[in-house]
């Protein structure tokens, strides 16, 4: 079984600050890890996917992510939040070519809050 | 190019109804995944189709039911409709290609169905 915890339910920073956000996951297998943004009234979509490669994937609009196996996390980073990057946020995780379900799992969503 | 389109985008029913939701997935993809997605959590996978066959089901009672045609467009549909199935629903497709992959890497989702059932 694969499941992932996002911590925080809400984060909130100032526009121009670091934004971070938690994903521990947990898997038998070695896993493929993703993040998604969704925005108001739209489907997920996708930032960036660990897939066994670099263990630091750089994603779209500035995100990037740390694959950390001792520490189980995949934790989402940006140098300088804008106003833009309010959304929810959701971690995912699936089995990759080792073995282990292909169906992304995904965490219950952070909300990211972006003040003036 | 055409991403994946759902229909329609809002809906209410009433409890014990029937409901059908309508999928196209984007050009080129063969792979349907339909997920709900309850206020303030994350997406649940529901069942996935591929080659007009469901391939993989998630914990989801046997009310839940789907379709995928020739052209790879899909259908979600829920029988006895209960208040808790108040949710978005979401669909998402992808490119398994000849023989079934088993990776789902990149999934791309549509702006999904919104059902209320009072």
């Known amino acids: 079984a694969q499941s992932v915890t996002q911590l925080g339910s809400h984060v909130s920073v100032s526009e121009g600050a670091l934004v971070l956000l938690r994903c521990n996951y947990s898997?038998?297998?070695?896993?493929?890890l993703f993040w998604y943004v969704q925005y108001p009234n739209q489907g997920l979509q996708l930032l960036l996917k660990?897939?066994?490669?670099?263990?630091l994937v750089k994603g779209i609009n500035g995100f990037e992510a740390e694959f950390k196996k001792s520490e189980t996390s995949f934790h989402l980073t940006k140098p300088s939040a804008h106003m833009s990057d309010a959304a929810e946020y959701f971690c995912?995780?699936?089995?990759?070519?080792?073995?282990?379900?292909?169906?992304?799992?995904f965490g219950r969503g952070t909300s990211l809050i972006v003040h003036p | 190019d055409a991403g994946v389109t759902q229909s329609p985008t809002h809906l209410i029913k009433t409890r014990g109804q029937q409901v059908t939701l309508r999928c196209s997935p984007k050009?080129?993809?063969?792979?349907v995944s339909w997920y709900q997605q309850a206020l303030g959590q994350g997406p649940q996978f529901i069942f996935q189709?591929?080659?007009?066959?469901?391939?993989q089901r998630g914990n989801f009672p046997d009310r839940f039911s789907g379709h995928q045609y020739p052209n790879y467009s899909s259908e979600l549909n829920v029988n006895a409709l209960l208040l808790g199935d108040s949710a978005l629903y979401l669909c998402?497709?992808?490119?398994?290609?000849?023989?079934?992959?088993?990776?789902?890497?990149?999934?791309?989702f549509g702006s999904g169905t919104q059902l209320s059932v009072l």
């Open positions: 998402a497709s992808s490119l398994l290609g000849q023989g079934g992959g088993r990776t789902n890497e990149k999934l791309f």
């Open positions: 898997s038998s297998v070695p896993p493929y």
């Open positions: 660990y897939t066994s490669a670099a263990t």
């Open positions: 995912a995780v699936s089995g990759g070519a080792s073995g282990g379900s292909y169906i992304p799992t």
């Open positions: 050009s080129g993809h063969d792979t």
């Open positions: 189709y591929y080659e007009e066959e469901e391939r």
